[in-house]
T-cell receptor, first 112, second 117 residues
Framework: GQQLNQSPQSMFIQEGEDVSMNCTSS?????WLWYKQDPGEGPVLLIA?????ELTSNGRLTAQFGITRKDSFLNISASIPSDVGIYFC????????????FGTGTRLKVLA | GAGVSQSPRYKVAKRGQDVALRCDPI?????LFWYQQALGQGPEFLTY????????KSGLPSDRFFAERPEGSVSTLKIQRTQQEDSAVYLC???????????????FGPGTRLTVT
């Protein structure tokens, strides 16, 4: 099925480093959500974005809704070992719909 | 309960068997979703309920898949005559309308990992 493209696919970083990842779409989105999934668990909602240009923080996480409405970015500052996991972006198929599509995921590994 | 719960967490079925997967959404959440997640992939939409009404089942891969939510709370995803390609994690999510944005933020359960041998 259709998916959003995320990059990088995976990354290894040192504890304490900052992390950046992005999500792109060929079509315009009106909502972007970022989820984190740990092994054997369901995705956990991190941040939701509703307006182009919006910048929202949740602790060490900051996400931005791209002004073109075709991309979104997630930054993690001062990474710690528990940041390990898979990060997914998600958004609705079309405006006002409940039906979300998910990105391909960015796998983050933190080296202590 | 505090979050979405799913049972069983793990299910092994022999090819051809029927399985039933249960989802208990967050209390009061109107909307309920089922997703299928293949290994190494993001979740893919299967079906959506608003209360007891199944409003969209366009993502169900075949007529062997059936979902119900008869009283508008607990939902069951049933797979008949399981095939090896049905092996995946099945995730349930629930949501309630966000008054200020009109957009639904979905909250996921831990999933049921189905292995068909």
């Amino acid at each position: 099925g259709q998916q959003l493209n995320q990059s990088p696919q995976s990354m290894f970083i040192q504890e304490g480093e900052d992390v950046s990842m992005n999500c792109t779409s060929s079509s315009i989105f009106n909502t972007w959500l970022w989820y984190k999934q740990d092994p054997g668990e369901g995705p956990v909602l991190l941040i939701a974005l509703y307006k182009a240009g919006e910048l929202t923080s949740n602790g060490r996480l900051t996400a931005q809704f791209g002004i073109t409405r075709k991309d979104s970015f997630l930054n993690i500052s001062a990474s710690i070992p528990s940041d390990v996991g898979i990060y997914f972006c998600a958004g609705p198929w079309s405006s006002g719909t409940y039906k979300y599509i998910f990105g391909t995921g960015t796998r983050l590994k933190v080296l202590a | 309960g505090a979050g979405v719960s799913q049972s069983p967490r793990y299910k092994v079925a022999k090819r051809g068997q029927d399985v039933a997967l249960r989802c208990d959404p967050i209390s009061g959440h109107v909307s309920l979703f089922w997703y299928q997640q293949a290994l190494g992939q993001g979740p893919e939409f299967l079906t959506y309920f608003q209360n007891e009404a199944q409003l969209d089942k366009s993502g169900l891969p075949s007529d062997r898949f059936f979902a119900e939510r008869p009283e508008g709370s607990v939902s069951t995803l049933k797979i008949q005559r399981t095939q090896q390609e049905d092996s995946a994690v099945y995730l349930c999510a629930s949501s309630s309308p966000s008054g200020t944005t009109g957009t639904y933020e979905q909250y996921f359960g831990p999933g049921t990992r189905l292995t068909v041998t």
